[in-house]
């Protein structure tokens, strides 16, 4: 059974992106990029802290350790207060990302709970794989001029330092990890002493050490950092600016730019139920964690299911972004929507489609996508409703703002071959869109869900080409989209089930019909206009889909994919999985016709499911009610909030 291990905290800065584990300890480190590269990638990369009273020493990630997480100052601040009774002895954590600096600041307060004075010895370990290398070429150095210890491999740079009461560490060791028969550095720390090497290369790692002084019930600080460069001569220039200030004054700012950043987002806040204010804001705060500043918005930079499969989520869906940034639309944020459009815009195939997915620099993701398909066909890898919605979502901004420069700089570039690539990718039998990857990346056909979206992305489309004064173009557009809204209406309703097909096929010019039901199918045809929401199509859907997903049992909330959905999948009794973003699509239906007490529900469950923090997995297993990973997944957390918006605008 795998092991569901969430970052309860993450920070950032649009640049440096740090996720921290159960165990409040550094799981993913990803500089110069959100999402790339992560350079504590791997179950053996873990920061360690370890606390050393009386001849014990106890790892934060050994047994008799109690955790509680927050973000308690309305600002992308982590506060973990780790808890061990044995040792009477409690670290209250203020973590960090400092807003304008790439630096990660750990403020340490360290209390005893003894009634006699006694030393305690606190160590902090690094392990870096920098730049996701297996290469095992990097160097850790003690730098004694700069009282640090620098970790660096070409263009990467990190400097690990820190003080207490105006002294730096005491002692470090530098090593090997995970190589050559060696645990780590950390394993010498185990009778509270550091041997004081200097310097190692290869796999390397290193552990520092504090020595505090501590009264009976009383308590100490410690100040630790990681400071990033593209080079040594950086990472020493972060290094000094923190050493000229104080971790507080930085924290202070810090929290300051997260004020002053989540405006829109407070003032929407107000509308909401006070229940769910808290949450609102911490998603607001996660969705932005994971917006790098060059454009790309991060699925999730939880790295767990590396452990487990090929690759995990730190990329750039188009979709997801798109899904993401629509909720920080809808409250008048602009920046990370422009920068997301022109990230899609240079990521934009000649031919005027989106591809699977792309990395944090821009460069293609990796893709398990095919231009050769089963039926022998060919045709581009991709999922055309990634270009689809980032078009209609382009289209959504542009009619909040009006901006003349906005629609000038994408109509050409970007609009134009989007949409002329969608019009003209039509299946000549059906008069449907051509097969493209579906929603969930598994089956290549022409879906229900995807065609919802290219029918109003054109006809979102054909309105951007009015503004531009292109009125062939738009009649052009609007035309199509109303041909494959008919062809929708001939095909994609299943009589016989009273629901929406998930998608067809043509085969040996026989179309063929997939009856399996989707909760994307009956969300794409209701949100974007494929079919009225009054229609009897869509009440008739909406009853067939409760009833696959949930048979008599009412009490049921959560509701999966689709029928018999085997992705990490644990009970073959079951559906499959729930999903947070389809169990609220679900609340938004219910939005949309009024019925706000089960939307609310619906809302307040998936709120419960969420860490103390706000963090929102992908899945939840209902067999046992666990957390199924990655988490926080930011697509989830935008869904949270655009429900939340849809009761303000809605009600």
Request: aromatic share 12%; proline share 4%.
């Amino acid at each position: 059974m795998e092991i569901f291990m969430s970052r309860p905290i993450v920070l950032g800065n649009g640049e440096l992106h740090v996720g921290l584990n159960i165990y409040g300890l550094v799981h993913d480190f990803y500089y110069p990029y959100v999402g790339l590269e992560n350079h504590a990638a791997g179950p053996s990369c873990r920061h360690r802290v370890g606390v050393w009273i009386d001849g014990v020493l106890s790892w934060l990630d050994d047994e008799g350790w109690t955790f509680e997480f927050s973000y308690p100052h309305q600002a992308l601040i982590g506060r973990t207060i780790a808890m061990n009774e044995a040792m009477e002895v409690r670290l209250e954590f203020d973590d960090f990302v400092d807003s304008s600096i790439s630096a990660f600041m750990r403020n340490i307060h360290v209390v005893s709970l003894s009634n006699a004075p006694r030393q305690v010895r606190l160590f902090m370990h690094q392990a870096f794989v920098i730049g996701d290398a297996q290469s095992n070429t990097d160097t850790a150095q003690y730098l004694p001029d700069s009282n640090a210890v620098l970790h660096y491999r070409g263009r990467r740079a990190f400097i690990i330092s820190g003080r207490s009461g105006g002294d730096s560490f005491d002692q470090h060791s530098i090593g090997l990890f995970d190589i050559e028969g060696h645990e780590g550095t950390y394993r010498d720390a185990d009778d509270g002493e550091l041997s004081n090497s200097s310097v190692e290369h290869g796999k390397v790692d290193s552990t520092i050490r504090f020595c505090l002084e501590v009264e009976a019930h009383g308590s100490a600080r410690v100040e630790y950092w990681i400071a990033a460069g593209t080079s040594t001569r950086d990472a020493l220039s972060v290094h000094k600016r923190i050493e000229d200030s104080s971790i507080t004054s930085l924290m202070h700012s810090t929290r300051d730019w997260w004020h002053t950043w989540l405006k829109p987002a407070i003032t929407v806040s107000e509308k909401i139920s006070p229940n769910h204010r808290l949450k609102f804001l911490q998603s607001v705060m996660i969705i932005k964690s994971h917006i790098d500043n060059h454009g790309a918005v991060i699925a999730s930079t939880d790295s767990t299911l590396l452990n487990y499969s090929r690759d995990a989520y730190a990329y750039c869906w188009p979709r997801d972004g798109a899904y993401v940034l629509w909720p920080l639309i809808r409250m008048g944020y602009e920046e990370e929507p422009r920068k997301f459009f022109d990230f899609c815009r240079r990521g934009l195939h000649p031919t005027g489609y989106l591809m699977h997915k792309y990395q944090a620099d821009g460069a293609l993701g990796s893709s398990w996508h095919s231009y050769v398909h089963q039926d022998g066909t060919s045709g581009p890898p991709i999922q055309e409703d990634e270009t689809a919605l980032t078009l209609f979502v382009f289209a959504q901004f542009y009619r909040m703002h009006s901006d003349p420069k906005l629609l000038n700089d994408f109509y050409e570039s970007m609009i134009v071959p989007m949409a002329n690539f969608m019009a003209g990718y039509i299946e000549g039998q059906t008069g449907l869109p051509k097969p493209s990857f579906d929603l969930w990346e598994e089956v290549y056909q022409t879906s229900t869900y995807t065609t919802s979206l290219i029918y109003a992305a054109l006809l979102a489309a054909a309105e951007l080409a009015e503004s531009a004064n292109d009125a062939d173009k738009a009649v052009s557009w609007r035309s199509t989209a109303e041909d494959i809204r008919s062809a929708a209406h001939r095909h994609l309703f299943n009589k016989d089930r009273g629901s929406f097909y998930k998608g067809i096929s043509v085969v040996d010019d026989k179309v063929i019909y997939d009856q399996t039901i989707d909760s994307s199918s009956f969300f794409g045809v209701f949100m974007f206009g494929l079919f009225a929401p009054d229609s009897p199509e869509v009440k008739s859907g909406f009853q067939a889909m409760q009833h696959a997903f949930r048979g008599e049992d009412t009490s049921i909330i959560g509701q999966p994919r689709y029928e018999n959905d085997h992705y990490r999948r644990t009970d073959n009794t079951i559906v499959g999985n729930y999903w947070y973003i389809c169990s609220l699509w679900t609340a938004q239906y219910y939005i949309e016709k009024g019925n706000y007490d089960q939307a609310g529900a619906i809302i307040d469950w998936v709120a419960k499911q969420s860490l103390s923090t706000g963090v929102l997995a992908e899945q939840l297993n209902p067999v046992d009610n666990s957390k199924v990973s990655p988490a926080p997944l930011t697509w989830s957390q935008a869904e949270y909030v655009a429900t939340l918006l849809d009761t303000v605008t809605e009600s």
